[in-house]
């Protein structure tokens, strides 16, 4: 059909007509958002499983690396003044100058951490302080617990979880072996919110055989990743008498 005038008559757009166009990009189907939301929670899911073996991986080598360390400063200790650090039990308790009890890892800490004071024993008996050393070695922020009670001096080791690590001087054999199987061995436990297991050494566990690991020597260890916890499991555990 033509105009008056011979032209055609323009056709009016759909868009003026009040019609749809038809979209330049379909949109995605229900089905395809499902499998899209799908395969990104697979992945993070992946992620997370990698980077929680990957953070677990380091924090067991972490642990391994502090009781190594720790082990050759005790031995240094020991080159020094004829004695491994006192572990507070045995019956030779130690406290520090504001009454706090130590022990096990707690008892080791203070020791190390303390100036070195050499002595030399006469041939009557009498023992003569003859100098002073620096701490045999500096913890970092990270491997000591909070001051217990407000003690600066009262602090204990700890492994890469955050949990206390176990120390016993084992040098005068059975008569030296102090289990520790329960959380009086460390500072500020509260039973009622956390939870010990039996010395891996008591239940032979873990371990080459019950009793002292490192007779003439020093035990230390750590519970590992699943310490302190209703599920512990013993093959977690960490210590300076496994993979000798």
Known sequence: MTSETGNPRPERSRHARGE?????????????????????????????????????????????????RVSLVIDQFHSKVGGFPTDGLDGNDLITDQGSFLTGGAALTFTLSQPLILTRTKPNGEIRVIGEDPPMIQFRSDELSAASDGDETARQLLDAWGEPVHYDDVSKGDSGYSPQSDGESHLDWDDEVQVHSEDPRDVGEGTIGTGPQNT???????????????????EDLISNWQGG
């Not at 697979?42 to 380091?58: D, Q, T």
């Open 216 to 234: 003439k020597e020093f035990d230390i260890w750590s519970h590992g990743s699943s310490g302190h916890s209703s599920e512990e499991s013993y």
């Open 20 to 68: 749809r166009q038809p979209s330049a990009v379909a949109g995605f189907t229900m089905v395809e958002l499902m499998v899209t939301i799908a395969l990104i929670v697979f992945l993070m899911s992946m992620l997370a499983v990698g980077a929680g073996s990957y953070l677990e991986k380091a924090s067991i080598a972490r642990t391994e690396a502090l009781i190594a």
